[in-house]
C-alpha cells in the first residue's frame, strides 16, 4: 500500500500497491465485537456474520436508549444508487438522530464508494453510519481511510468462531455479560452440542438462561441438549478413550441412529487423540500450553485425564493409526463404515493394546 496516514488522510490512494510496501497502521480505536459503541462511522469488518448482525444491534438499541425516535434506514451496497447516502443523512424535519446501516460494502459497487468517501470528509453530527465489511479488497480505499481517522470512526471486529477454544470464549461471555454462572463441563457440552454453528450456540445459552434460574450445569445441559447428533459422537469418543468399550458402542448405535455421519464421528476421535499427543509429557500448565496447541484450558485438563485412564506412549501410536484407518473407511475405502468406527473404539477402548 503506497502512500503515508498523513497523505491518506486528503487524498485516497490508488488501488495497486508496490510490492513490499508496508501497511498503513490503523490510528483509529478498534474494539471487540462484544465492545461496539456508537460512533459518527462504526466499520464493523470480519467474516463471522452472526457477530456483525449483534453489533449492529447493539448500535441501534444504544441510540434508541438515547433517542426512540432514531431513524434506521438499511442500504445494500452492492446495487446502491448515487446519492442515496447524502439523502439520508440530510438533516430531518424534526432533528431525530438517524442509524445509517450499509451493508456488503465488500461487494460496493462504484457509486457507493465514491458517496462513501465523501460522505467521510463531512459527517453529519446526528448520523450514525455503520459500514459492514466482511473482507477482500472491494472497498479498500475506504478502509483505509477510515482507519486513518478520516471520519472519527472506530473498528469492530468480527473474527470467525472457529475453534473450540473460541466457541469456549464465546460461551462464557455469554454467561458472564448476562451475570450467570455455569460449570467448566457445562460449557464443554454446550460446545460439543453445537460444533457447527455460533448463531445456534448463542440461541442455546438464551434458552437455557431464560428457562433455568441459578447455576447452569452439565446435568441441564444434557436435559436440554443431550440427543443433538454432536454431543452423542463426543460420547462415544469420550467413553472409548477412557477404556468404557460397553458404553461406547452403545452411544455409537445411538448416534448413528440419530442421523450422525460415521466422518465426523471419526473426525472427534482424531481430534480427541491429537491433542493426547500433543501434550504427551509436556508438564506446563493448561493455560501456558493453550495458545501453543490450539485448544482451551479445559480441553488440555481433559486430555490428561484421559491419558491417565490407562495410556502408554505405544498404544497412542497404534490407536492414532487405528483412527488413520478408520477415516479411509469411512470416506469410501472400505464397504462397511461401521465395522470400521466399531474396529476403532475396539482398539481404543482397549488403550491401543492388541
Keep these: 500500500m503506497r ?13 495497486g500497491s508496490a510490492r513490499g510496501a508496508a501497511k ?19 466499520l464493523v469488518t470480519g467474516p463471522e456474520a452472526f457477530l456483525a448482525d449483534r453489533v449492529s444491534s447493539a448500535i441501534r438499541d444504544q441510540l434508541r436508549a438515547a433517542d426512540p425516535n432514531v431513524e434506521v434506514h438499511d442500504v445494500d451496497a452492492t446495487d446502491y444508487a448515487y446519492g442515496t ?12 438522530p438517524r442509524l445509517i446501516r450499509a451493508r456488503n460494502v465488500e461487494k460496493c459497487n462504484d457509486e457507493f464508494l465514491e458517496d ?4 467521510l470528509e463531512a459527517t453529519d453530527a446526528d448520523t450514525t453510519l455503520v459500514l459492514r465489511h466482511a473482507g477482500g479488497v472491494r472497498g479498500k480505499r475506504l478502509l483505509d481511510q477510515i482507519r486513518a481517522g478520516v471520519g472519527s470512526g472506530i473498528e469492530v471486529t468480527c473474527a470467525e468462531i472457529k475453534s473450540d477454544s473460541d466457541k469456549h470464549d464465546f460461551t462464557l461471555a455469554e454467561f458472564r455479560t448476562a451475570g450467570r454462572a455455569i460449570t467448566p463441563g457445562a460449557v464443554r457440552a454446550l460446545v460439543s452440542a453445537f460444533s457447527s454453528s455460533a448463531s445456534e ?14 447455576n447452569i450445569d452439565e446435568r441441564l445441559v444434557e436435559q436440554y441438549y443431550g440427543g443433538r447428533v454432536e454431543t452423542t459422537a ?4 469420550d467413553f472409548a478413550v477412557a477404556g468404557r468399550r460397553g458404553e461406547a458402542l452403545v452411544a455409537l448405535r445411538h448416534a448413528l441412529d440419530s442421523g450422525a455421519d460415521p466422518v465426523p464421528i471419526v473426525a472427534t476421535f482424531a481430534s480427541k487423540l491429537r ?6 509429557g509436556d508438564r506446563r500448565s493448561s493455560s501456558e500450553l493453550a495458545g501453543i496447541v ?8 481433559r486430555a490428561r485425564r484421559d491419558i491417565q485412564a490407562g495410556w502408554d506412549e505405544p498404544g497412542l501410536r497404534i490407536a492414532i493409526v487405528a483412527v488413520a484407518e478408520a477415516d479411509a473407511n469411512v470416506k469410501g475405502a472400505s464397504r462397511d463404515p461401521v465395522y470400521s468406527i466399531e474396529r476403532m473404539i475396539e482398539v481404543i477402548a482397549n488403550f491401543g493394546r492388541l
Excluded: H
Design 116 to 119: 462513501a468517501l465523501a460522505y
Design 294 to 301: 490450539g485448544a482451551a484450558p479445559w480441553q488440555i485438563d
Design 275 to 280: 491433542l493426547m499427543a500433543k501434550i504427551w
Design 85 to 96: 447516502l447524502m439523502s439520508l443523512a440530510s438533516p430531518s424535519l424534526f432533528g431525530e
Design 3 to 15: 502512500g503515508r496516514l498523513s497523505r491518506m488522510a486528503t487524498k485516497p490512494p490508488s488501488s
Design 234 to 237: 463426543f460420547k462415544v469418543a
Design 24 to 42: 498503513p497502521k490503523s490510528v483509529i480505536q478498534t474494539v471487540a465485537w462484544n465492545a461496539a459503541t456508537v460512533a459518527p462511522v462504526v
Design 201 to 214: 450456540l448463542a440461541n442455546a445459552c438464551a434458552q437455557l438462561m431464560a428457562d433455568s434460574d441459578g
